[in-house]
């Protein structure tokens, strides 16, 4: 249970605010974005995850004895780099809070903005919200800020996967889309913009490789 709970923190997969900041990327395939996600869960979770781990399984068992969490890993890192790894760790979980920090105050604005309008008054009741949300968490012990943060994600999960379940055909009619126009060596040029347009699929109209259409 606790590894489902720290991949799904590491990579986000399922919980609906890893597509905020991809739709506020630029690309030409709505399915080429989605690959891009997809790597994002393998890198997260398999790589960087892993590695943390093996860092945490190379150090001798009567050195972390008893030791978990952050304790835990900037013992690892002391014992691999001395002092320096120690220091690195603690720079490195600054910059990942401050970042992971702006990231969802970005998330959580554009959803105010839709829910309320991208208004003066709702914005600013929103960052007083979040301002002292993280006087809180930073007064707060690091279990209860887990705990929290689990809850939330876990919710947030559940939800998103039952709207997701709808939408499942529109992901893959988009996929096929893209198949064909590999097969067709067109995976480079993007839909047509009378493909993107709502048809009985909804969002989606599948592709025909004739005519071809490039953008200007």
Not at 12 to 34: F, H, I, N, T
Not at 67 to 85: P, V
Request: with cysteine; aromatic share 12%.
């Amino acid at each position: 249970m606790n590894g489902v709970k720290r991949g799904l923190f590491s990579n986000e997969a399922g919980s609906g605010s890893a597509p905020c900041a991809a739709a506020a990327a630029a690309c030409d395939d709505p399915v080429k974005m989605g690959f891009v996600q997809a790597l994002g869960v393998l890198i997260d979770t398999v790589v960087i995850c892993s590695c943390t781990a093996f860092l945490m399984l190379l150090v001798p068992q009567d050195l972390t004895a008893g030791l978990s969490g952050m304790d835990l890993l900037q013992t690892a890192m002391q014992y691999h780099l001395g002092g320096f790894g120690t220091v690195f760790i603690a720079a490195t979980l600054a910059l990942f809070s401050f970042s992971t920090f702006l990231g969802v105050l970005y998330y959580a604005r554009g959803n105010v903005a839709y829910l309320c309008g991208d208004n003066w008054w709702s914005q600013t009741v929103y960052k007083l919200i979040a301002l002292v949300m993280l006087l809180i968490g930073g007064l707060q012990a690091y279990t209860v800020v887990w705990d929290l943060g689990d809850v939330g994600i876990g919710l947030m999960t559940i939800f998103n996967m039952i709207a997701l379940y709808p939408l499942s055909g529109e992901a893959m009619d988009a996929l096929n889309d893209y198949e064909k126009r590999k097969s067709c060596n067109n995976a480079n040029t993007p839909p047509h913009p009378s493909r993107m347009e709502a048809g009985a699929a909804g969002y989606f109209v599948p592709f025909s490789p004739v005519p071809e259409w490039r953008p200007s």
